[in-house]
C-alpha cells in the first residue's frame, strides 16, 4: 500500500517533483529525511514509492513532492514526458559516491548473510546510466562524501537550483526529524542508524584491509571502475589499483 503523508495545502498546486535515485549505499535514505525535514510546504510518502505511481496518484496541493527509490534511474525518461504534459516540474537527484566504497558497502537493515549489498551488475548499469544522465538541466548530481561533510553546502546547492523553501538547515535536521521518522521503514532508519546527527565514518571504509579481495574481484568484472573513480575525482590516476593487487 503507497500512501502520502498528509492532504497537502488547499490552494497550492504541485511546482516540483525532487525524485532520488541512482547508486544504492549513497546517501538516499539520508538525503531524502534532510528534504522532508528541511523543507516548507512538501508531500513526502510512508516508505519507498515509485516516482511514476506518485506523480499520477499523490495530491498535488503542495509547493514540493519529494520521492526516493534508486530504481526510478530508469524511469527519468518517462517522468519527463509525463511532466511535459502535466503540470510541475522534474527534478532528478542522483547521489554519487565513491565507487570503491559502493561496492563494499554493507547494509545494516539486513543480516550479516547477505554480505554486500551492491552486486556489480547492478553496479555497472547504474553508472551508465548516471553517465549519460548527468549534466542534463533537470539533473543535480551530489557527492556523499559533501553531504555528510559539509552539509550546508549541499543545501545551499539545492535551494540554487530548486528554490527550495528552508524551514531548518540540514545540520539542524534532528530537531525536525522525528515528526518525519514515521515515514520510514524500519529498514531504513536501520541503514540510517536511527536519527541522529550526520557523520563521515562511513567515508573512505573501502580502505580497510577486509574489503581487498572485493574489491580485487570488482576490478575482474568491472574493467570501468578505474576510470569511474577517476571520473568523479576520487582518485587522479590508478595507483590504487597498483596497490591493492599487489598487498
Keep these: 500500500m503507497r500512501r502520502a503523508v498528509d492532504g497537502g495545502l488547499v490552494g497550492r498546486q504541485l511546482d516540483t517533483h525532487i525524485v532520488i535515485c541512482g547508486f544504492p549505499r549513497t546517501g538516499t535514505t539520508l538525503l531524502q529525511l534532510l528534504i522532508e525535514s528541511c523543507v516548507e ?37 518517462r517522468l519527463r514526458d509525463w511532466y511535459r504534459d502535466h503540470p510541475g516540474r522534474l527534478a532528478a537527484l542522483l547521489p554519487i559516491r565513491d565507487p570503491r566504497d559502493v561496492l563494499t558497502s ?29 549534466g542534463d538541466a533537470d539533473v543535480t548530481t551530489l557527492r556523499y562524501e559533501d553531504l555528510v561533510r559539509c552539509p550546508q553546502q549541499v543545501q545551499d546547492l539545492l535551494d540554487e537550483r530548486l528554490g527550495l523553501e528552508r524551514i531548518a538547515r540540514f545540520e539542524d535536521y534532528e530537531s525536525f526529524a522525528e515528526t518525519k521518522a514515521h515515514t520510514l521503514h524500519d ?17 573512505d571504509r573501502w580502505e580497510q584491509p577486509e574489503h581487498r579481495d572485493r574489491l580485487v574481484a570488482m576490478l575482474r568484472v568491472l574493467p570501468e571502475l578505474p576510470e569511474a573513480v577517476r571520473h568523479w575525482g576520487y582518485a587522479s590516476d590508478d595507483g590504487w589499483v597498483e596497490r591493492l593487487v599487489s598487498r
Excluded at 195 to 201: A, E, G, H, L
Design 187 to 203: 529498514i531504513d532508519l536501520g541503514a540510517l542508524g536511527g536519527i541522529r546527527p550526520i557523520d563521515d565514518q562511513a567515508v
Design 41 to 77: 510546504d512538501i508531500c513526502s510518502f510512508v516508505g519507498e514509492v515509485e516516482a511514476g505511481w506518485a506523480c499520477r496518484n499523490a495530491n498535488r496541493r503542495h509547493r514540493w513532492m519529494v520521492t526516493k527509490r534508486p530504481d526510478d534511474i530508469s524511469e527519468i525518461d
Design 106 to 134: 554493507t547494509h545494516a537493515g539486513y543480516p550479516p548473510s547477505r554480505g554486500y549489498y551492491c552486486e556489480p551488475e547492478r553496479w555497472s548499469a547504474v553508472h551508465r546510466r548516471v553517465r549519460n544522465l548527468e
